[in-house]
């Protein structure tokens, strides 16, 4: 009894299998987790370290490279970049994807260790951070925003009870406050005041430092009775603060009141973050990993409304961003091209059959498949994101192919006059062969997709795998479930009539005028094959010529302006112009809210990023421009922003990216300024070439600085040794805080800086004054000279060598690759000979440089992969041989001429879409082969056999194509949240399913007849 027969024989049997796969697909269904992507971990380690007063080339020479080059000794390293600015180093050690970051960590922390006592004395310890590249943007942004509240009062009611509510939510990793301005006690200096009274700002840095003290005191214990002690060594209030005595002398009590304004203010000033062009405060939403974002965005959802219920005073809420709606409306829009693909389907499969009754049997094997798929994503620790989701619309044209198999050949053993029964027995025997050798090569496809590293083996496992299970699925159903439907539903006997009639009548024709066509091409298999090998060769100029990216750019309904200012330039400056871009983003008809977050410098000397803003737009279903379309339009209007550089962006397309498309890094042995000079000039040739809506480098020689010369005699004769003047200057100019106080159970900085008034130019830093050794008062100006000089704006450097960035955007039409080909070329011409000047990628532009060399890879893995299993299968090297040879190449190379047309590009998602063509077309082979070699078994000479085989096997193979075409139709035509990704996967299977069937009808069988062994007359 062969394995098919059980289940005819035991139709419980085969139901009960067929509802166990239902119920535990079902149950997966809701234990899944939701996300936007696989989870991949593409992690940066951060290493910062301040050393207050030193400039770039000093932080460079003595902080940076000791620092970047035990660091570059870790493993699980990618590269290295660093940035040297006025006081800071910043080192950013990109790991390697999926790379344990704890692991780099740790490793990262021991070897800074071994080098830290040769770091400055002065400089402060290096403090390591760990920061997760696809959770940078947060899943949702609130708006908190008041007319009448100012900003450090709203910032401490975020704090102290929106914060802590938010962070409660179930799956919520951090709610992050951005644009706070958290409360402090500001002592704001008087200059001509703390001379009047011969006051040094060290002093009242001092004074404060010793008269706003915490006790820890203890408590007393008698026999029975413990009493805590505390005392009152602490100030609490502004009033406490301006009445602390700084000095007595003489009986004369100068207070702190007398010689500064003390207010209780904000630790920062530089910061403005407005919604829709009113100041607010926003807070970032960050999920766990391992949550579902939909749950728990909706959780916060659901919060709100109490949230809002209890806000104080004018103080209101709006959300300015969020991610789950893109989510949520691709997920909706996977859910509906699901439901379209199964309903084509069933209707091509009708057109071929003409009977309702026959076409129940795919309508629940199919479902049956697709469902079971979600057990096995459950059991292998997926999710469901946007890639499992399109994983199983794929999947709908291979399951169906199995369930169209069984079914064309058992109705096919019905016209020959037998029972249902005997039909069913029969039938499914002639196809355990062949299914289970479509099921495997179909699985084998993607093993390679599954150990692949990088982006591409990250994003795509979950994809490939879910495949492979729904195909799994649908090979056991189509041994078990399907033959037992046709024994039961099928007609008792066979009826040409009605429909049925005039669709036989149709496709005899068909199938007679193949058979002569086929008969012909037989007789000239020289010329066919030659044919063939002519077409095989154009895929070569096809892929050539066509456009690369790592992804098609996609619609995620937000548009980012990254802002870059002056030098020198303050927040004032930065708003004297940011309304402008939020009025440019309003103006566009397809907002819906706008926002800008204004931050010059973000806390670092000489960064030139002076903030970002975004524009948000209305749902899809209400706008007819993408944003892709919007982008050229928009930034046409921000270039005529006088004071800031303004790019328009849209976020990345897969996770990990970066803030440009493009990132192209020229690294030198040589000076940062024989960089520059090479930098600003293919930044030149950029700009004018047409390719690049916008191209600027990091590397910029425009940064000025105030240089401090101290007359080290004259100090020395004063009394005053360079730590004394350093602490002054610093104490009067640096903001730095010197402890804390109390309000109401929370800490806030106390900080001491002249007022903004008395350090508007650098010649006011000769307005303070210094104490010398016998008590007399001098101006600084007696000590010190200022001086100004031009600088870097930061001192940059990649894998350890000097470096310039090359950032920028491609124009339409224009893709990544061809970008950074042009740039690549220009370089090539402009690098000085002999000054070791080196081309490197950073970003997303690294990613494609990676992808570039893996993609070919895997089509070559996959296709041995297959052959490996089908040689296994036929038991034999040649059949494999016929079936890929005749079928694969030709496939591939017309899905790669519409690429080289324009219609898609070559891409992470189109290559996979031709690792599925591969598996895909070489099933149509596998039924002729198969057959033939029956056939040849039965008696029957080569020649005959693969006539007769592949005249039989039309009816399947073209049943199965046309499913597979017009079923992943709606993937090519579909618009909306996620849309460019499906497109270009869509593209790639319909255009090459249909091609290559039309040459494998009649490449194989030439093939067949050049290559395959004589088996007439041979057993099994």
């Given at each position: 009894?062969?394995?098919?027969?059980?289940?005819?024989?035991?139709?419980?049997?085969?139901?009960?299998?067929?509802?166990?796969?239902?119920?535990?697909?079902?149950?997966?269904?809701?234990?899944?987790?939701?996300?936007?992507?696989?989870?991949?971990?593409?992690?940066?380690?951060?290493?910062?370290?301040?050393?207050?007063?030193?400039?770039?080339?000093?932080?460079?020479?003595?902080?940076?490279?000791?620092?970047?080059?035990?660091?570059?000794?870790?493993?699980?390293?990618?590269?290295?970049?660093?940035?040297?600015?006025?006081?800071?180093?910043?080192?950013?050690?990109?790991?390697?994807?999926?790379?344990?970051?704890?692991?780099?960590?740790?490793?990262?922390?021991?070897?800074?260790?071994?080098?830290?006592?040769?770091?400055?004395?002065?400089?402060?310890?290096?403090?390591?951070?760990?920061?997760?590249?696809?959770?940078?943007?947060?899943?949702?942004?609130?708006?908190?925003?008041?007319?009448?509240?100012?900003?450090?009062?709203?910032?401490?009611?975020?704090?102290?009870?929106?914060?802590?509510?938010?962070?409660?939510?179930?799956?919520?990793?951090?709610?992050?406050?951005?644009?706070?301005?958290?409360?402090?006690?500001?002592?704001?200096?008087?200059?001509?005041?703390?001379?009047?009274?011969?006051?040094?700002?060290?002093?009242?840095?001092?004074?404060?430092?010793?008269?706003?003290?915490?006790?820890?005191?203890?408590?007393?214990?008698?026999?029975?009775?413990?009493?805590?002690?505390?005392?009152?060594?602490?100030?609490?209030?502004?009033?406490?603060?301006?009445?602390?005595?700084?000095?007595?002398?003489?009986?004369?009590?100068?207070?702190?009141?007398?010689?500064?304004?003390?207010?209780?203010?904000?630790?920062?000033?530089?910061?403005?973050?407005?919604?829709?062009?009113?100041?607010?405060?926003?807070?970032?939403?960050?999920?766990?990993?391992?949550?579902?974002?939909?749950?728990?965005?909706?959780?916060?959802?659901?919060?709100?409304?109490?949230?809002?219920?209890?806000?104080?005073?004018?103080?209101?809420?709006?959300?300015?961003?969020?991610?789950?709606?893109?989510?949520?409306?691709?997920?909706?829009?996977?859910?509906?091209?699901?439901?379209?693909?199964?309903?084509?389907?069933?209707?091509?499969?009708?057109?071929?059959?003409?009977?309702?009754?026959?076409?129940?049997?795919?309508?629940?094997?199919?479902?049956?498949?697709?469902?079971?798929?979600?057990?096995?994503?459950?059991?292998?620790?997926?999710?469901?994101?946007?890639?499992?989701?399109?994983?199983?619309?794929?999947?709908?044209?291979?399951?169906?192919?199995?369930?169209?198999?069984?079914?064309?050949?058992?109705?096919?053993?019905?016209?020959?006059?037998?029972?249902?029964?005997?039909?069913?027995?029969?039938?499914?025997?002639?196809?355990?062969?062949?299914?289970?050798?479509?099921?495997?090569?179909?699985?084998?496809?993607?093993?390679?997709?599954?150990?692949?590293?990088?982006?591409?083996?990250?994003?795509?496992?979950?994809?490939?795998?879910?495949?492979?299970?729904?195909?799994?699925?649908?090979?056991?159903?189509?041994?078990?479930?399907?033959?037992?439907?046709?024994?039961?539903?099928?007609?008792?006997?066979?009826?040409?009539?009605?429909?049925?009639?005039?669709?036989?009548?149709?496709?005899?024709?068909?199938?007679?005028?193949?058979?002569?066509?086929?008969?012909?091409?037989?007789?000239?298999?020289?010329?066919?094959?030659?044919?063939?090998?002519?077409?095989?060769?154009?895929?070569?100029?096809?892929?050539?010529?066509?456009?690369?990216?790592?992804?098609?750019?996609?619609?995620?309904?937000?548009?980012?302006?990254?802002?870059?200012?002056?030098?020198?330039?303050?927040?004032?400056?930065?708003?004297?112009?940011?309304?402008?871009?939020?009025?440019?983003?309003?103006?566009?008809?397809?907002?819906?809210?706008?926002?800008?977050?204004?931050?010059?410098?973000?806390?670092?000397?000489?960064?030139?990023?002076?903030?970002?803003?975004?524009?948000?737009?209305?749902?899809?279903?209400?706008?007819?421009?993408?944003?892709?379309?919007?982008?050229?339009?928009?930034?046409?209007?921000?270039?005529?922003?006088?004071?800031?550089?303004?790019?328009?962006?849209?976020?990345?397309?897969?996770?990990?990216?970066?803030?440009?498309?493009?990132?192209?890094?020229?690294?030198?042995?040589?000076?940062?300024?024989?960089?520059?000079?090479?930098?600003?000039?293919?930044?030149?040739?950029?700009?004018?070439?047409?390719?690049?809506?916008?191209?600027?480098?990091?590397?910029?020689?425009?940064?000025?600085?105030?240089?401090?010369?101290?007359d080290r005699e004259l100090a020395a004769d004063l009394g005053l040794n360079m730590s004394d003047i350093g602490n002054n200057l610093g104490s009067a100019f640096g903001g730095a805080y010197v402890n804390?106080?109390?309000?109401?159970?929370?800490?806030?900085?106390?900080?001491?800086?002249?007022?903004?008034?008395?350090?508007?130019?650098?010649?006011?830093?000769?307005?303070?004054?210094?104490?010398?050794?016998?008590?007399?008062?001098?101006?600084?100006?007696?000590?010190?000279?200022?001086?100004?000089?031009?600088?870097?704006?930061?001192?940059?450097?990649?894998?350890?060598?000097?470096?310039?960035?090359?950032?920028?955007?491609?124009?339409?039409?224009?893709?990544?690759d061809d970008a950074l080909n042009y740039l690549q070329e220009q370089a090539q011409e402009l690098f000085p000979k002999g000054r070791g000047f080196e081309v490197n990628y950073a970003g997303e532009s690294?990613?494609?440089?990676?992808?570039?060399?893996?993609?070919?890879?895997?089509?070559?893995?996959?296709?041995?992969?297959?052959?490996?299993?089908?040689?296994?299968?036929?038991?034999?090297?040649?059949?494999?041989?016929?079936?890929?040879?005749?079928?694969?190449?030709?496939?591939?190379?017309?899905?790669?001429?519409?690429?080289?047309?324009?219609?898609?590009?070559?891409?992470?998602?189109?290559?996979?879409?031709?690792?599925?063509?591969?598996?895909?077309?070489?099933?149509?082979?596998?039924?002729?082969?198969?057959?033939?070699?029956?056939?040849?078994?039965?008696?029957?000479?080569?020649?005959?056999?693969?006539?007769?085989?592949?005249?039989?096997?039309?009816?399947?193979?073209?049943?199965?194509?046309?499913?597979?075409?017009?079923?992943?139709?709606?993937?090519?035509?579909?618009?909306?949240?996620?849309?460019?990704?499906?497109?270009?996967?869509?593209?790639?299977?319909?255009?090459g399913m249909a091609i290559g069937t039309l040459f494998t009808l009649f490449v194989v069988p030439s093939l067949y007849m050049l290559i395959a062994r004589d088996r007439q007359g041979q057993d099994v």
């Amino acid at each position: 009894m062969k394995f098919t027969d059980i289940f005819i024989r035991r139709p419980v049997l085969a139901t009960v299998v067929s509802l166990l796969v239902l119920l535990l697909g079902l149950a997966s269904i809701y234990r899944l987790n939701v996300r936007q992507y696989p989870q991949t971990d593409v992690s940066v380690v951060s290493v910062s370290t301040t050393y207050v007063g030193a400039d770039a080339e000093l932080v460079q020479g003595f902080i940076t490279t000791p620092l970047e080059r035990v660091i570059a000794s870790a493993e699980g390293i990618d590269y290295i970049e660093s940035t040297s600015s006025a006081g800071v180093s910043i080192i950013s050690a990109h790991l390697v994807l999926n790379y344990d970051p704890i692991k780099a960590l740790t490793q990262i922390n021991s070897k800074i260790n071994q080098v830290r006592n040769d770091l400055p004395p002065e400089s402060e310890e290096p403090v390591i951070d760990i920061q997760q590249a696809d959770s940078s943007i947060a899943s949702m942004y609130l708006g908190f925003y008041s007319e009448e509240l100012q900003g450090n009062e709203i910032t401490d009611y975020l704090t102290r009870v929106v914060q802590p509510r938010l962070s409660a939510v179930q799956g919520v990793q951090q709610a992050e406050i951005l644009g706070g301005q958290t409360f402090a006690m500001r002592i704001w200096l008087d200059p001509d005041k703390m001379a009047a009274y011969e006051l040094t700002a060290a002093e009242v840095r001092q004074a404060l430092a010793a008269n706003n003290f915490l006790s820890a005191i203890g408590q007393t214990k008698s026999e029975f009775i413990q009493v805590s002690i505390t005392a009152n060594t602490d100030l609490q209030d502004a009033e406490q603060f301006r009445k602390l005595v700084v000095r007595e002398q003489d009986g004369t009590i100068i207070r702190l009141g007398d010689v500064a304004n003390v207010v209780l203010g904000a630790e920062n000033y530089d910061v403005d973050v407005r919604f829709n062009q009113k100041g607010a405060i926003f807070m970032g939403i960050h999920v766990l990993p391992t949550a579902n974002t939909l749950d728990v965005i909706a959780g916060v959802r659901e919060t709100l409304p109490v949230i809002e219920e209890n806000l104080p005073g004018s103080l209101k809420l709006g959300i300015p961003y969020d991610s789950t709606k893109y989510i949520e409306d691709a997920i909706s829009e996977i859910g509906s091209t699901l439901t379209e693909t199964l309903a084509i389907v069933i209707v091509v499969i009708f057109l071929f059959i003409g009977s309702v009754r026959a076409v129940t049997i795919p309508v629940v094997v199919m479902p049956l498949s697709l469902i079971g798929a979600f057990f096995l994503m459950l059991v292998f620790g997926f999710t469901i994101n946007l890639l499992t989701l399109l994983a199983i619309v794929l999947s709908v044209g291979l399951v169906v192919d199995d369930a169209i198999v069984v079914l064309e050949n058992i109705e096919r053993h019905i016209r020959m006059g037998k029972s249902r029964f005997d039909a069913a027995i029969d039938g499914a025997r002639e196809l355990v062969g062949p299914i289970f050798a479509m099921t495997l090569t179909l699985a084998a496809v993607y093993v390679p997709i599954g150990f692949q590293g990088g982006l591409t083996g990250a994003l795509f496992r979950e994809f490939a795998f879910t495949l492979a299970g729904a195909v799994f699925v649908s090979g056991i159903l189509s041994l078990t479930l399907s033959p037992m439907m046709c024994s039961k539903i099928l007609p008792k006997e066979f009826k040409s009539t009605g429909l049925v009639a005039r669709l036989e009548a149709g496709f005899d024709k068909i199938r007679g005028g193949y058979g002569k066509v086929l008969a012909s091409s037989l007789g000239a298999r020289p010329v066919v094959i030659t044919m063939a090998v002519l077409i095989v060769l154009l895929a070569f100029p096809f892929f050539m010529f066509s456009q690369k990216e790592l992804a098609p750019p996609e619609d995620q309904g937000v548009i980012f302006g990254i802002m870059e200012g002056s030098p020198s330039g303050t927040l004032e400056q930065t708003l004297l112009y940011s309304p402008e871009v939020a009025k440019i983003y309003k103006s566009a008809p397809e907002t819906e809210s706008t926002f800008t977050i204004s931050f010059p410098g973000a806390g670092v000397p000489g960064n030139p990023m002076a903030g970002f803003a975004g524009l948000v737009t209305l749902p899809w279903s209400e706008r007819t421009r993408t944003t892709q379309e919007m982008v050229p339009e928009i930034q046409a209007k921000l270039s005529g922003v006088a004071g800031l550089d303004v790019r328009a962006v849209t976020p990345s397309p897969l996770p990990g990216g970066s803030q440009f498309p493009v990132e192209f890094v020229v690294t030198s042995t040589a000076t940062q300024r024989e960089i520059f000079e090479v930098t600003e000039a293919l930044v030149k040739r950029a700009n004018a070439s047409g390719k690049f809506m916008f191209a600027f480098s990091d590397l910029k020689f425009d940064r000025p600085q105030i240089e401090v010369d101290v007359d080290r005699e004259l100090a020395a004769d004063l009394g005053l040794n360079m730590s004394d003047i350093g602490n002054n200057l610093g104490s009067a100019f640096g903001g730095a805080y010197v402890n804390r106080f109390s309000i109401d159970g929370w800490s806030y900085k106390v900080i001491p800086q002249v007022e903004r008034i008395a350090r508007l130019v650098p010649e006011q830093l000769g307005d303070l004054y210094f104490t010398a050794a016998d008590g007399s008062v001098y101006p600084a100006s007696t000590i010190i000279s200022v001086s100004q000089k031009v600088e870097p704006r930061q001192l940059k450097r990649f894998q350890q060598l000097n470096s310039g960035m090359i950032q920028g955007a491609p124009m339409p039409g224009t893709s990544n690759d061809d970008a950074l080909n042009y740039l690549q070329e220009q370089a090539q011409e402009l690098f000085p000979k002999g000054r070791g000047f080196e081309v490197n990628y950073a970003g997303e532009s690294r990613q494609l440089r990676e992808e570039q060399k893996s993609g070919s890879y895997i089509l070559l893995f996959s296709i041995i992969f297959i052959f490996l299993v089908l040689a296994a299968q036929f038991e034999s090297f040649r059949d494999p041989l016929i079936i890929l040879l005749g079928s694969v190449p030709l496939a591939l190379t017309g899905s790669l001429l519409f690429t080289f047309v324009g219609f898609t590009s070559i891409n992470i998602y189109s290559q996979i879409g031709l690792v599925t063509l591969i598996g895909l077309i070489a099933k149509n082979g596998i039924l002729m082969v198969e057959f033939a070699n029956e056939l040849q078994r039965r008696g029957k000479e080569k020649l005959e056999a693969i006539q007769e085989a592949s005249e039989i096997r039309l009816r399947p193979i073209l049943m199965t194509t046309a499913a597979t075409v017009f079923g992943h139709m709606p993937l090519v035509f579909v618009t909306g949240a996620g849309a460019a990704a499906r497109n270009s996967i869509g593209i790639t299977l319909v255009a090459g399913m249909a091609i290559g069937t039309l040459f494998t009808l009649f490449v194989v069988p030439s093939l067949y007849m050049l290559i395959a062994r004589d088996r007439q007359g041979q057993d099994v």
